[in-house]
């Protein structure tokens, strides 16, 4: 696990965007793995704008979403579908069929789960998976006390997700769906690479856990900890509470300039 410290979260989220650029631009046929929410937005802007700027071709690049909510249609405005077609997917030109997210109308969540996973092994596996963090440490929606060997599954939110969730359902977490679809851990772990990102205070403490406790299933994304090869983008306030930050820049600052990629 390598924890990169920037000064702001637009900084993290435009060395994240220049990691996908250089493993598109080196592997066209790159399978990602794509998070929603507010904190990956600014990486996704800055995506947009090397496509419209400097022709960065998604025209041979697959993607699978992390999750979706049971119960949404995708035109639904908080629907994951809806997000990823207004946040990304309208601005570039990833082909329609090459864009997978999981089906939150499917009457067989089972079976849907299992093909999920069919088409990400059929799919060669996903080379980079882009991943936020809840703050009580949930990757996905994988929630505390997650199996690590789980896979692409139906989920019951916990509450302080909902909480959490509520600003995108007009503040009430009566709104928000109980139940989702999620990639697993395992699912996630399986990864070629993980890159992570999180902003704000209120993500400090679960960052701490997740990079500097002990690796338990309480806390989920501290399985990351045993990833080859997982990076960690923070800003100042999200990082606030890792006793060996300091030693995180250093490093970072001292690495060799063909190690340093973000």
């Not at 993980?194 to 501290?222: H, I």
Request: overall charge negative.
């Amino acid at each position: 696990m390598e924890v990169v410290i920037k000064q702001a979260s637009e900084d993290a989220c435009i060395a994240g965007a220049r990691i996908v650029a250089r493993l598109v631009r080196e592997k066209p046929t790159a399978v990602l793995g794509l998070a929603t929410g507010g904190t990956p937005l600014p990486l996704y802007c800055e995506l947009i704008r090397m496509h419209r700027d400097e022709g960065l071709d998604f025209s041979r690049t697959t993607t699978f979403n992390l999750d979706e909510y049971l119960g949404l249609e995708p035109t639904h405005p908080q629907s994951y579908h809806h997000f990823m077609r207004e946040n990304l997917f309208d601005a570039i030109n990833i082909p329609v069929e090459n864009r997978h997210i999981p089906d939150g109308m499917t009457s067989d969540v089972p079976g849907f789960c299992r093909d999920y996973e069919r088409r990400i092994r059929d799919a060669g596996g996903i080379d980079l998976q882009i991943l936020g963090i809840g703050s009580d440490g949930h990757i996905g929606f994988n929630e505390p006390v997650s199996s690590f060997a789980s896979r692409t599954r139906i989920k019951t939110l916990a509450k302080e997700t909902l909480q959490d969730n509520a600003r995108f359902f007009d503040g009430d977490p009566d709104k928000v769906p109980r139940h989702c679809i999620t990639m697993g851990i395992g699912t996630i772990m399986d990864a070629r690479r993980v890159l992570l990102l999180a902003f704000g205070e209120s993500k400090s403490r679960a960052v701490a856990g997740m990079t500097e406790g002990p690796v338990a299933s309480v806390l989920p994304a501290s399985i990351l900890q045993h990833h080859p090869d997982a990076k960690i983008l923070l800003d100042n306030a999200a990082a606030s509470e890792l006793k060996r930050a300091d030693y995180y820049r250093w490093v970072y600052e001292n690495k060799p300039d063909w190690q340093r990629d973000a």
